[in-house]
């Protein structure tokens, strides 16, 4: 039988598992140790064996070809062996240092850690489509309270549904509220899976964290254009079309974002984001299906769908950027917005304005500005919508910083930020879903505006004087209640105060304030945040937040329900 020589056997080891294998500097060619730590059947001396076997042998244990040295018992070792990693391992038996290159991919990095991390691997592949699972069923439990129950009567002069959609009976009606709220949540997904595809392939391109500011400028500038634009788009047009041209940009920016090859074609890709505003024509059906006294609680619940679709298009982007690579992964959104697109094509009502409403001979031109600002000469318009742009301020400053607030003052690392947007999508979730929309069905809207902007003031004293991530989470619960209930009940307040016809174009301008936010927001955050760090913009907040309370006391908001 030919004999291979030992040296070349370890030369052959050395690739597929460096940390197992030593040179034999310090021992002799022919003394190979014996191989009987772990896997006492299969392990021959290396001259009796082939490569190719003692290869497959390495693989499945690497900890077995360890060389012992004959120091102490088996018990001893496996003991040492536990408390010593892979590297020190190798330079306690030996008394060299050896260069360990990357283990194989998808293999020795499990069983070189040891078995803990191997098993916890496995605890997140099984637990990954349970927390799916109570995601969708949490969801439904949350959003079937607000569909309309098929035995209710549809009659009635105070029933928006029978004003708002004729041609539909409330099977149909139920439907199109359901399917709303699914195109949000898939938007919402597909946009969050977006954010993890954009700064790896900006990276990779080239681009450092200048440019990626400047990218961002850009997609606010776009949206801040398009918002009140698009707004009129659905009062002109009708649902069907505004949600259409909608989706199907979201597949043009998509593909545009798997065919980038340079940085310009990364900026060029940004520009479907100005027809890209699913969630304000969501807002406006569900302000035209829904009762003025439910428009509270049927906004609320898309705060529902945003929770869901930012943890779903999170961990969908995580893994599949990890596994599959950028491309693939916007292919994926491309593939997902056509489903959108193909889900509103099949059942979205082509107007969803009421009767009057569609009549109107007021057509005026789309790009007509008069008729965008006209919406605030009506009473109490101009005052909501400018303590909603002031007291929105603050907030908006800091969720511009949030990110460099998790990384400057509280020292987290990405796998800590993602838990803490997890944590913060699971809040939204809850509050906008069992919380805001019971509050909009008991209380008045001008109460629930005191109460937000108090909880905000509050929270922002809080924030001034955390010191800790535990007192972070705990300041992050109220922050989300005051944001999300002060956006629900402004936004209620003021499609309520314009005639159903305008609903889109106010819900446009609603949005408008938040996208004017996201561009100012982050350079008013940084100004502040090196002036006076985490407690300016606290401080802040508290402030800005607390003259309003005392402005709404003393001057509360006038404001008319225009009834069709």
């Not at 259409?244 to 920016?253: C, E, K, M, N, P």
């Not at 699971?426 to 929309?437: D, E």
Request: glycine share 8%; net charge positive.
């Amino acid at each position: 039988m030919p004999c291979f020589h030992p040296a070349a056997a370890i030369l052959q080891l050395s690739s597929p598992c460096p940390a197992a294998i030593l040179p034999l500097s310090c021992r002799s060619p022919a003394a190979v140790p014996p191989l009987s730590c772990r896997c006492p059947a299969a392990l021959l001396p290396l001259s009796r064996r082939s490569p190719a076997a003692v290869l497959r042998l390495s693989c499945r244990c690497p900890a077995a070809l360890l060389p012992l040295s004959g120091a102490g018992t088996v018990a001893s070792q496996r003991s040492t062996r536990r408390k010593i990693s892979a590297r020190r391992w190798a330079q306690y038996t030996c008394g060299v240092r050896t260069s360990i290159s990357r283990p194989p991919e998808g293999q020795s990095i499990t069983r070189l850690t040891g078995g803990n991390r191997g098993l916890r691997c496995q605890q997140v592949h099984v637990l990954t489509p349970l927390l799916l699972s109570a995601l969708l069923c949490s969801w439904w439990r949350l959003l079937s309270p607000l569909l309309p129950v098929e035995e209710a009567p549809l009659s009635g002069p105070d029933m928006a549904h029978d004003r708002a959609v004729p041609d539909l009976d409330r099977a149909k009606l139920k439907r199109v509220i359901l399917v709303t709220y699914v195109i949000t949540t898939l938007d919402v997904t597909w946009m969050f899976l977006q954010f993890s595809v954009t700064p790896f392939l900006a990276r990779r391109l080239g681009m450092d964290t200048l440019w990626l500011g400047y990218l961002q400028t850009v997609v606010g500038l776009l949206q801040l254009i398009g918002n009140p634009l698009f707004g009129r788009f659905g009062d002109l047009f009708g649902a069907r079309a505004a949600l259409s041209v909608a989706t199907g940009a979201t597949v043009v920016f998509f593909l545009l974002l798997a065919s980038a090859q340079n940085p310009a074609m990364l900026f060029l890709h940004k520009l479907p984001t100005l027809f890209m505003h699913v969630v304000p024509v969501s807002q406006m059906v569900l302000t035209d299906l829904s009762e003025p006294a439910l428009r509270g609680g049927a906004l609320s619940k898309l705060g529902v769908c945003f929770g869901v679709g930012m943890i779903l298009g999170s961990m969908m982007g995580g893994h599949l950027v990890m596994l599959y690579g950028e491309r693939l992964t916007a292919c994926v959104g491309a593939a997902g917005s056509l489903c959108n697109l193909l889900l509103v094509l099949k059942f979205i009502p082509k107007n969803t304005k009421s009767a009057t409403a569609t009549v109107t001979p007021v057509k005026k031109s789309l790009f007509s500005l008069g008729e965008i600002t006209r919406l605030l000469q009506f009473p109490g318009v101009a005052a909501t919508f400018s303590m909603k742009v002031l007291a929105g301020l603050p907030s908006g400053i800091f969720q511009s910083m949030f990110s460099v607030v998790a990384l400057e003052d509280f020292k987290l690392d990405p796998q800590q930020n993602s838990h803490l947007m997890t944590f913060f999508g699971f809040s939204q979730i809850l509050i906008q879903g069992a919380v805001i929309g019971r509050l909009t069905e008991r209380c008045e809207d001008s109460s629930l505006l005191l109460l937000a902007v108090m909880a905000a003031a509050a929270v922002g004293l809080g924030q001034a004087y955390m010191r800790s991530v535990v007192q972070f989470c705990l300041t992050m619960v109220p922050m989300v209640f005051s944001m999300n209930l002060f956006n629900v009940v402004t936004d209620s307040i003021l499609t309520k105060s314009v005639p159903a016809s305008d609903t889109g174009t106010m819900l446009g301008l609603c949005a408008t304030v938040q996208s004017l936010l996201r561009t100012v927001g982050p350079t008013l955050g940084g100004v502040l945040y090196l002036g006076g760090g985490l407690r300016a913009l606290g401080l802040t907040q508290c402030l800005f937040n607390a003259a309003v309370f005392c402005v709404l006391l003393l001057w509360p908001l006038k404001t008319s329900v225009h009834q069709e």
